[in-house]
């Protein structure tokens, strides 16, 4: 009696997908004619038809989408196998500790961990989220590898002696605002625009967690601890919100974030990616996959 085979079950998970011979052929780089020889190889070895044309192209039979239910856990263990021996041929493996001030947790750091990940799936990364100077602590009492850290106006200068910085991004401050604000709609705003909006602002150190720096007397109506929290604020068209631009990527889609043209701010901050003087190689590698991640988006 015929076997069933890795191909076969793929090919047979992919026309249930695409509903489709033709369109399973594409996606796997097939020909028809191959697509059909191999779900008539499955039916041979399970001894039932496994699709049926259908008003919009080929479905499941009763028997097929038994077929299809297991296949797909076969696949998915084989993949999760494949991954596990190539960890094990992985070089970096075993866990790094990174720590992150919140903006930088929620856009940049993620981004890099799935990219190291991608190419070292045996290394896990614990991502710790603190204050700047918090983590410039933890990074010398070695309780994390990688921290990223904020400096510039307004901000604690860290003390950076004995550790290995490096720039990452500049820092710039915009607005967030309600996509239903009047502001909404424009490509940047003024600062003297925003006389008179009600701010959610943190309960942090730093001009991140204010109101806008340079106005004379921000009408304060929430004080909160979380960001999300801010951008649920926000959202909501209760107030609006100071925000990094490095954040901007992973607002709601209820909230827009808009640039302030403001020549009184002399404001100067930047990103920085902190080590101790030899770091070991996931942590080099945790920060090449930082420079790779930053590098198109530019100044935060």
Do not use: C, K, N
């Not at 008539?40 to 028997?63: C, D, I, K, Q, W």
């Not at 990364?125 to 918090?134: H, I, M, N």
């Not at 200068?157 to 709609?185: I, M, Q, T």
């Not at 926000?234 to 631009?245: D, E, I, K």
């Amino acid at each position: 009696m015929p076997e069933l085979t890795l191909t076969a079950l793929r090919v047979v998970v992919e026309v249930a997908r695409r509903g489709s011979f033709t369109s399973a052929a594409e996606a796997l780089g097939y020909t028809q004619s191959a697509v059909s020889r191999q779900v008539g190889a499955a039916e041979s070895a399970v001894r039932s038809p496994l699709f049926e044309r259908g008003a919009r192209g080929v479905v499941p039979t009763p028997a097929g989408e038994v077929l299809v239910r297991h296949a797909r856990r076969v696949l998915d263990q084989l993949a999760a196998a494949e991954a596990e021996v190539a960890g094990l041929r992985d070089r970096l493996a075993g866990r790094l500790v990174v720590g992150a001030f919140p903006t930088a947790a929620a856009q940049q750091v993620p981004r890099a961990i799935a990219r190291l990940q991608r190419a070292h799936p045996a290394l896990a990364v614990d991502l710790r989220e603190a204050g700047s100077p918090a983590l410039v602590r933890q990074l010398r009492a070695r309780r994390v590898e990688v921290a990223l850290v904020a400096r510039g106006d307004g901000l604690p200068e860290p003390d950076l002696s004995g550790l290995r910085a490096e720039h990452l991004a500049r820092g710039v401050l915009g607005v967030a605002v309600s996509v239903e604000h009047p502001l909404a709609a424009r490509g940047e705003v003024r600062v003297e625009d925003l006389a008179g909006e009600a701010w959610v602002v943190g309960s942090g150190e730093g001009p991140q967690f204010g109101a806008w720096p340079t106005l004379a007397e921000p009408r304060t109506a929430y004080r909160v601890q979380s960001w999300q929290t801010r951008l649920g604020i926000v959202a909501a068209g209760l107030a609006v919100s100071l925000v990094p631009r490095s954040s901007a990527e992973v607002l709601p889609r209820s909230v827009t974030w808009l640039p302030v043209v403001d020549p009184a701010l002399q404001l100067d901050r930047e990103t920085l990616v902190l080590t101790r003087p030899e770091p070991g190689p996931a942590a080099r590698s945790f920060v090449r996959a930082l420079r790779e991640v930053a590098a198109p988006a530019g100044d935060a």
